[in-house]
């Protein structure tokens, strides 16, 4: 009781300080993943009662109880840190160590009455007689006890039960304010007269990939690259056109920064909001403010643009003066050689056309595949070597740009705006986890899943010892893995120099 009263009285005052020093948002952020992670548990729940599972326990958070309750034979529990969930089972093979420290916990919690009559119930001083009743009354309610696609099933609705999610959340967002069409914006005239393409032309093929959204095209140009030579399908007036053409190749000197131009509709002063490349080896951040280039001083985004046009940036390294935490600081970057394909036309990513309800729901499916594809598109950028540390986030970065994101869209456009975009982050998170948890790793829902379909074509399940000891080795891995990132995220956030 004591444990539960500092559990309790530790939670409120944090959310308290965080509440008044003005850190709502990271707080929303939190909550948010939380609610993200409990939603893929409640499948397991779900699924694993439908198919007469017995869940002991269903947690709301991690670390000591707060509060918990037992109803219908599952303790539902309130804990510490909200930020995550867990669905206990009967007789899951691969919590067995966790089974059986709850089993104590529970025993412990007991009350007297029922102690005294389960000891009563026992004809041999041993406990034999007891041991064996327990065992059949557990039988055809463990999970361990139902056949192998059952458990298929309640190990996969974690995943699904995310994909539902991001689906629903999408929506709510569609519902809103509409998707983004993938129309063209601006085409170059070597372009325009190769292929007839204009602004206000819809493009639907991309390479032989279909596109319903803006966002489809950027895609698949950021993490495969514009090729050579390319085919598209766009309608203009009503009318398809197919056409291949060359694409533009590209030769210049980069910096690798990209940065404000306008904020709440009127011109607003060079705010660096992505760094890569030279400007991120430098030293630049984002959020640093120009205030000089080269000597000049830079009041606007326009200033900027109109020397880089009558002095190009070429090998030499440039000089950057920003202003960070109210001091000056003097940057050198040496541009690196870019050399690249463009497609010749921009298109909008940006722009919302608003649609009823069918095109909702068919959009909205969209939207949780696109999210999906962009998943598995990264991590093979990612086993490609393309990305560097930068570009890889854990749970401490993602709580840094959401509530960043939040703040942000808080300021700039009201708490409308600030609420969609902290439902656009569950979107992403959501279907992020149950991709992620998808792959055939040992501790994730993929991993158990792999070893679940080894058995329904071997017919007979894997030698218990052999799963427990992968997994175990996984859960290590995994676990060294999250502390890497954690540091990772701190060096990203912070500027600390790590050894990754």
């Known amino acids: 009781m004591r444990s539960t009263i500092v559990s309790a009285i530790i939670m409120i005052a944090v959310i308290l300080a965080l509440i008044l020093t003005g850190h709502l948002n990271i707080l929303l952020a939190i909550f948010m993943i939380g609610v993200i992670i409990c939603f893929h548990e409640f499948g397991h729940f779900l699924i694993a009662r439908m198919n007469g599972v017995t869940v002991k326990e269903f947690s709301i958070g991690m670390g000591p109880r707060i509060f918990s309750r037992k109803i219908r034979g599952t303790r539902w529990s309130l804990k510490l840190f909200l930020f995550g969930g867990s669905c206990l089972m009967l007789g899951d093979d691969d919590s067995l160590m966790a089974n059986q420290v709850d089993e104590d916990e529970y025993d412990k919690e007991d009350t007297p009455e029922q102690t005294k009559s389960e000891e009563e119930s026992s004809d041999n001083p041993d406990g034999t007689e007891a041991k064996s009743a327990k065992t059949e009354a557990e039988e055809g309610v463990s999970f ?123 011109v607003a002063p060079m705010v660096l909001t992505e760094i890569s490349g030279a400007a991120a080896e430098a030293g630049l951040r984002k959020d640093d403010v120009v205030v000089k280039f080269n000597g000049v001083v830079i009041n606007t985004a326009t200033d900027f643009r109109n020397y880089v046009n009558e002095h190009p940036i070429g090998a030499d390294p440039v000089e950057f003066v920003i202003k960070r935490d109210d001091r000056e600081m003097t940057y050198t970057v040496t541009p690196k050689l870019s050399e690249e394909y463009q497609l010749g036309f921009s298109y909008n990513v940006d722009y919302r056309e608003k649609v009823g309800i069918f095109k909702v729901i068919r959009y909205g499916a969209h939207e949780v595949s696109y999210w999906i594809k962009a998943t598995v598109k990264s991590l093979g950028y990612i086993l490609k070597g393309k990305a560097s540390r930068k570009d890889v986030g854990g749970a401490v970065r993602v709580v840094s740009e959401v509530s960043n994101v939040v703040e942000e869209s808080y300021e700039t456009d009201g708490t409308f705006y600030a609420f969609l975009n902290l439902i656009n982050w569950a979107i992403l998170l959501s279907a992020n986890l149950g991709v992620m948890n998808l792959l055939p790793i040992p501790a994730l829902d993929g991993g158990r899943l792999l070893f679940l379909f080894v058995e329904a074509i071997r017919g007979k399940r894997a030698n218990p010892k052999v799963e427990a000891a992968v997994t175990l080795t996984g859960f290590v891995l995994l676990m060294l893995l999250m502390v890497l990132i954690i540091f990772n995220d701190i060096s990203n956030i912070f500027g600390m120099i790590l050894p990754l």
Not at 201 to 209: N, P
Not at 210 to 227: F, H, K, N, Q
Not at 236 to 258: A, F
């Open 144 to 266: 361990a006890s139902k056949n192998v696609w059952q458990r298929i099933s309640i190990i996969f609705a974690g995943p699904f039960f995310n994909f539902i999610l991001a689906f629903l959340l999408a929506c709510i967002i569609l519902g809103s304010i509409g998707y983004d069409p993938a129309e063209v914006t601006a085409v170059s005239t070597e372009v325009a007269e190769k292929t007839g393409l204009a602004a206000g032309d819809t493009i639907t093929e991309y390479d032989g990939h279909t596109i319903m959204i803006g966002r489809d095209i950027s895609l698949y140009e950021a993490l495969d690259g514009v090729p050579a030579n390319i085919s598209i399908t766009y309608t203009h007036d009503g009318t398809k056109h197919t056409v291949n053409y060359d694409t533009v190749y590209s030769r210049r000197y980069m910096c690798g920064i990209s940065y404000t131009e306008y904020r709440d509709g009127t």
